[in-house]
């Protein structure tokens, strides 16, 4: 989570994505900021299988300890596992998820 640094604001920005570009906006005072090479967004977007099925696994793969996904209150399926909190991962607009417990790795859907 990033905040505006500009004229005292210290509002929260909100990501915005321009063409093909990750950049910050300031919905106070307008200020932008560009992203680095540390900043990632997955929230909201969906993962497809088309041109981006690399990064796709990649993200599910790694989803596990995503901090800032999604948590909902759901049984991991892993029989060994005791974990209630799990991680959604959108992977469709319809509402279509996948689940991740972030304790075993178990993902389900």
Same mark, same amino acid.
């Given at each position: !989570?990033?905040? &505006?640094?500009?004229?005292?604001?210290?509002?929260? +920005?909100?990501?915005?994505?321009?063409?093909?570009?990750?950049?910050?906006? *300031?919905?106070? &005072?307008?200020?932008?900021?560009?992203?680095?090479?540390?900043?990632? +967004? !997955?929230?909201?977007?969906? +993962?497809?299988?088309?041109? @981006?099925?690399?990064?796709?696994?990649?993200?599910? +793969?790694?989803?596990?300890?995503?901090?800032?996904?999604?948590?909902?209150?759901?049984?991991?399926?892993?029989?060994? *596992? @005791?974990? @209630?909190?799990?991680?959604?991962?959108?992977?469709?607009?319809?509402?279509?998820?996948?689940?991740? *417990?972030?304790? &075993?790795?178990?993902?389900?859907?």
């Amino acid at each position: !989570m990033r905040f &505006c640094e500009k004229y005292n604001c210290n509002n929260k +920005l909100t990501s915005i994505i321009r063409g093909d570009e990750l950049i910050y906006r *300031c919905f106070v &005072c307008f200020e932008e900021y560009e992203s680095s090479a540390d900043d990632t +967004l !997955m929230v909201d977007e969906y +993962l497809q299988e088309n041109d @981006t099925i690399y990064k796709s696994k990649n993200y599910l +793969l790694n989803a596990y300890g995503d901090t800032i996904s999604e948590l909902v209150y759901k049984n991991c399926t892993n029989k060994e *596992c @005791t974990e @209630t909190i799990v991680r959604v991962v959108k992977v469709d607009p319809n509402g279509q998820a996948i689940y991740v *417990c972030p304790t &075993c790795r178990e993902q389900f859907i």
